[in-house]
């Protein structure tokens, strides 16, 4: 062989790794391009103009679906899906950093869910939350306040069902990433802060928080974008309201315009910006000194 000539494998694994990217960010880049046709424009090549003319018509509204108010659900469920991730993570992290009785079993049952289908977790917690319903209004009935039940709906909403639903899905992969986090961080940062007289508090806050500050800001671009997108954990135990990808997957069999391209873009976007805004901000915090 001669020397600086590539071995034929290199081709082949080339090969396929082209295949991977084409197959992964192609249907992107299709969607992308055809969000910008002209108002003549449809929902395949060739392109009949370019403009910003769909996303101005997503702007205005789609019909009877209402996406502004759909986007803003999505958005405030993903930032409460993201603070419950991160801190329920931090602190199963913390636990997990001492042997206590159960501490497998605990391990297990919270990552259960990663092999769980998501249709089933969906149907689970809408079926529990119906249950809790039936439950609540024998109750209210039984104790003569059946009068309550002229304003009450159902217990099933964005911030009960829907949330568990979301953080049935995000915190297993927030307690594998501090797991891993906390069995490479050494303990002699903590030992040397107690040797100076600090407290319990004074070491996690100047010492162990900063140092793994950026570890909990992956977490948190995780929690956010497994949130933003979610569609079968979410389908079944929503309730009454949607959020946007549900709105999304519902326009698909009626909206016939790039309309659908454009919102398509634009939630696609928000989850690149997320991630953007998470390495700038985890690029920040590791520039910052430690202070002891």
């Known amino acids: 062989m001669q020397e600086g000539k590539r071995p034929g494998s290199f081709y082949a694994l080339a ?3 082209g295949a991977f990217v084409l197959f992964l960010y192609g249907p992107m880049f299709t969607i992308f391009v055809l969000s910008f046709q002209g108002p003549e424009g449809g929902l395949t090549f060739p392109m009949r103009g ?6 101005a018509k997503l702007w205005e509204g789609m ?6 108010a759909a986007f803003r659900r999505s958005v405030a469920l993903g930032i409460v899906v993201m603070l419950c991730t991160v801190l329920l993570s931090l602190g199963a992290g913390l636990a997990f950093r001492k042997k206590f009785k159960g501490s497998g079993l605990l391990f297990y049952t919270s990552v259960a869910s990663l092999i769980m289908p998501s249709i089933v977790v969906s149907l689970g917690i809408g079926l529990q939350f119906r249950l809790i319903d ?7 009935e039984t104790i003569g306040l059946g009068s309550w039940l002229e304003s009450y709906g159902t217990a099933m909403g964005l911030y009960t069902s829907a949330l568990g639903a979301h953080l049935t899905w995000t915190l297993p992969f927030g307690l594998l990433i501090m797991l891993a986090v906390f069995n490479r961080f050494n303990p002699a940062y903590e030992e040397a802060a107690d040797d100076l007289g600090a407290t319990p508090w004074q070491s996690f806050r100047h010492v162990v928080l900063p140092l793994i500050a950026p570890s ?16 079968a954990r979410t389908s079944q135990a929503i309730g009454d309201v949607n959020t946007l990808p549900l709105e999304l997957q519902g326009l698909t069999s009626t909206v016939t315009t790039p309309a659908i391209y454009a919102l398509g873009t634009v939630t696609t976007v928000v989850s690149f910006a997320v991630m953007g805004g998470t390495l700038l901000l985890i690029r920040l915090l590791k ?3 430690v202070r002891a």
Do not use: C, N, Y
Not at 63 to 68: F, K, R, Y
């Open 63 to 68: 019909g009877v679906v209402d996406i502004a």
């Open 15 to 17: 090969a396929v790794f």
């Open 134 to 140: 039936t439950l609540l209004k024998s109750g209210l």
């Open 50 to 55: 370019v403009s910003f003319h769909w996303f």
């Open 287 to 289: 520039r910052q000194p």
């Open 216 to 231: 909990l800001v992956g977490v948190g671009m995780f929690g956010f974008t497994l949130s933003w997108d979610e569609i």
